[in-house]
């Protein structure tokens, strides 16, 4: 079996997966969730606005705790609470990948962000996932072990690389 860069065998299937919670943001949307069911069931008046509210302590929720993978199929982020909601890079939409310690100020704040030319998924302080896309805008994940997640991407796309 011949070997590439990385120890990886031509045609075997690697597959880096990590996930990430925020206690803080969990517990902001279960706390905020309660707190405004309780309110809409005992003061009519204000029912209304307690729903509406209950949207961002969901947001919380759903933005409170990420998967991301990285295979052949190239970089998918998303909520383990509603897998539905994610992102997906294909490996021919990434230009780059780096790894570097990342403060949410960096990237607009906690939780899901969204910047002209730069979005991000921020759930603490410390490794994260640099994306540069073929259109030059950039996707930045802080996850755990971004080295060998970034690592891996150089070594799927190099292949293409290679080809062009």
């Known amino acids: 079996m011949?070997?590439?860069?990385?120890g990886v065998a031509?045609?075997?299937?690697?597959?880096?997966?990590?996930?990430?919670?925020?206690?803080?943001?969990?517990?902001?949307?279960?706390?905020?969730?309660?707190?405004?069911l309780v309110i809409a069931a005992v003061d009519g008046k204000h029912r209304v606005?307690?729903?509406?509210?209950?949207?961002?302590?969901a947001a919380f929720l759903?933005?409170?705790?990420?998967?991301?993978?990285?295979?052949r199929e190239g970089v998918t982020a998303?909520?383990?609470?509603?897998?539905?909601?994610?992102?997906?890079?294909?490996?021919?939409?990434?230009?780059?990948?780096?790894a570097r310690w990342t403060r949410p100020a960096e990237i607009g704040g906690w939780g899901y962000r969204w910047n002209p030319g730069l979005s991000a998924i921020?759930?603490?302080e410390g490794d994260a996932l640099w994306l540069t896309l073929a259109d030059g805008s950039r996707f930045v994940i802080t996850i755990d072990d971004a080295d060998t997640a970034a690592d891996l991407i150089h070594h799927l796309l190099a292949p293409d690389r290679e080809g062009r």
């Open 2 to 6: 011949k070997r590439r860069a990385g």
């Open 10 to 36: 031509n045609g075997q299937t690697v597959v880096w997966y990590r996930s990430l919670t925020s206690g803080w943001m969990l517990a902001t949307g279960i706390v905020s969730a309660i707190g405004l």
């Open 49 to 57: 606005l307690a729903f509406v509210l209950l949207l961002f302590s």
């Open 62 to 71: 759903i933005a409170g705790s990420i998967r991301v993978t990285v295979s």
């Open 78 to 98: 998303g909520s383990t609470l509603l897998p539905l909601l994610r992102r997906r890079f294909p490996l021919n939409r990434i230009q780059q990948a780096s």
């Open 122 to 124: 921020s759930l603490h």
